[in-house]
Each structure stands twice: as C-alpha cells, then as structure tokens.
T-cell receptor
Framework: RKEVEQDPGPFNVPEGATVAFNCTYS??????FFWYRQDCRKEPKLLMSVYSSGNEDGRFTAQLNRASQYISLLIRDSKLSDSATYLC????????????FGKGTHLIIQP | ETGVTQTPRHLVMGMTNKKSLKCEQHLGHNAMYWYKQSAKKPLELMFVYNFKEQTENNSVPSRFSPECPNSSHLFLHLHTLQPEDSALYLC???????????FGEGSRLTVL
C-alpha cells in the first residue's frame, strides 16, 4: 500500500472555476500535513500547512480528515498562475525525520 | 537569492566516473536532506542529517555516499552509478527535523 496517494490528473480547469483534490495517507500516526506546489522544472515550495481545524489562505482552503485519513485542497477563483503540480506531504510519524511526498496532482488552468 | 544553493545544476557522467553534488543553506537551519525525484515517481527521501549527524538512510545503495561537514553544507558523493540513477537530486533544509522544507533548485543528473 502506498504511503501517500494522490490522483495524478491532469485536472484541466477553466479560469475562474473552483477545483478540489484529495490525498490519502496510510500512516495513522502521522502528525503533520502539508501541501507543496511544484512548477515545471522547479523545486517544490510550501503552499500551506494543514491543521486539524482546517485552514484558509486567500483562495486556498485545506482540510484534514483524520478518521478517513485524507487531506484536501480547494482552490477558488482559479488563476492561470495556479497551473502547477500540487504535492501532498505527510510527516511519517514514529520518530521518522523525513517528510513523505505523494506523486502530485497536475493542475492546468485554461483561459 | 535562494536560501538553499545546489551545484552543479546539471551533471552528465559515465558509469565509472566519480562526482559530487554540493548543497549549501544560508537559512541557519539544523536539518538537511537529500531527495531523489524521478519521472512519474514521488520524491524519495534518501538521507537526513540533523545537527550534522545522519539520522536516516532510506535504504540507499552504497554508490551514493553523503557527507555533512557542518550544518550549512551537505554533499552527495557519486561513484559507479547506473543509468537508472538518472534523476533530479534535491537538497532541502529545515529548522527542525520534519518541519517545513526549503528546497534548492536541484541537480539534474544523467548517467550514461
């Protein structure tokens, strides 16, 4: 079973639309959750952390569901510049120091 | 100016060569990491150093040899690599182990 699973897409979405994608994780002991963004041929950068109570940053909303072991990312009023790969990242838990990355969801915003 | 700098950005090497990748962070972080990113695969954690001590080696073949002389510098020594080792190698740092990662731009390695 994969540790962090995401739908690779691509998601083709018209500009201005709302798009959401989920990520499931297998380690129930995981404590920290993040969404990273990676542009083509660039390094990943932190988009937002995901808190138990959910959190919002402008057009972006992240949610955590511990019972079902998934996190979600919602993007409202999507912009062309939102086109990127969105990586779901989970702290391994159990003392592991590294973060575990999903394969990423490729999002394409179309004019 | 990026907080994490990697050199070289691109490297082509034969299977019998020996080369090294270098990473330097200017963020005052305590933890540094090597990740491997191959096409169609998630980022794979290779090594973790926390306060210069290696705390994780994720079953990486011995042809990859890390070195962390201080909290700001991290090297990945490469020897007798295989073509399947061709990938983007990303260095990252964080304030504490498991915290927000700051990545370098990566070293794209091609093994012929």
């Amino acid at each position: 079973r994969k540790e962090v699973e995401q739908d690779p897409g691509p998601f083709n979405v018209p500009e201005g639309a709302t798009v959401a994608f989920n990520c499931t994780y297998s380690n129930s002991a995981s404590q920290s959750f993040f969404w990273y963004r990676q542009d083509c041929r660039k390094e990943p950068k932190l988009l937002m952390s995901v808190y138990s109570s959910g959190n919002e940053d402008g057009r972006f909303t992240a949610q955590l569901n511990r019972a079902s072991q998934y996190i979600s990312l919602l993007i409202r009023d999507s912009k062309l510049s939102d086109s990127a790969t969105y990586l779901c990242v989970v702290n391994g838990g159990g003392g592991a120091d590294g973060l575990t990355f999903g394969k990423g969801t490729h999002l394409i915003i179309q004019p | 100016e990026t907080g994490v700098t990697q050199t070289p950005r691109h490297l082509v090497m034969g299977m019998t060569n020996k080369k090294s990748l270098k990473c330097e962070q200017h963020l005052g972080h305590n933890a540094m990491y090597w990740y491997k990113q191959s096409a169609k695969k998630p980022l794979e954690l290779m090594f973790v150093y926390n306060f210069k001590e290696q705390t994780e080696n994720n079953s990486v073949p011995s042809r990859f040899s890390p070195e962390c002389p201080n909290s700001s510098h991290l090297f990945l020594h490469l020897h007798t690599l295989q073509p399947e080792d061709s990938a983007l190698y990303l260095c990252a740092s964080s304030q504490g182990a498991g915290g927000e990662l700051f990545f370098g731009e990566g070293s794209r390695l091609t093994v012929l």
